[in-house]
């Protein structure tokens, strides 16, 4: 079976668990938040592997560092959505620390990839 250039990515792994984390926490939220914060935060958490994964497919290390940017825009969406969460007593404060935790990782990963997406893209000018 071919292995996709993303699939050895450590942040697009540690994103693709924190996902899966994701819809077993918002698994216990409240059934009046199915399309409220449970569908935002699935939404979001995905689309920070997504477009790893997208972002790998792209010629020029400008337009990777693009999509590592995206991802990190949906990172930070779902720390807010995360915060509002706890604040409406959806999550408890330990998962809360938890979830917080992994998120901080794959925001610096993804910060240190971006870095060197860049440099690499200005190297080659």
């Not at 071919?2 to 918002?26: C, L, R």
Request: contains cysteine; positive net charge; glycine residues 2%.
């Amino acid at each position: 079976m071919y292995i996709y250039s993303f699939e050895k990515v450590v942040v697009w792994n540690e994103a693709k668990e924190f996902t899966k984390h994701i819809y077993t926490i918002t698994s216990e939220f409240p059934d009046t938040e199915k399309f409220g914060l449970t569908s935002q935060l699935r939404r979001a958490s995905v689309s920070i592997c997504s477009n790893i994964a997208e972002g790998s497919a792209r010629s020029t290390q400008k337009d990777k560092a693009r999509f590592t940017t995206m991802s990190f825009s949906s990172d930070v969406e779902v720390m807010n959505q995360l915060i509002i969460a706890k604040e409406l007593s959806f999550i408890s404060e330990n998962n809360y620390r938890t979830v917080r935790e992994k998120l901080e990782s794959i925001t610096n990963k993804l910060n240190s990839l971006r870095n060197h997406q860049i440099n690499k893209s200005t190297e080659n000018k």
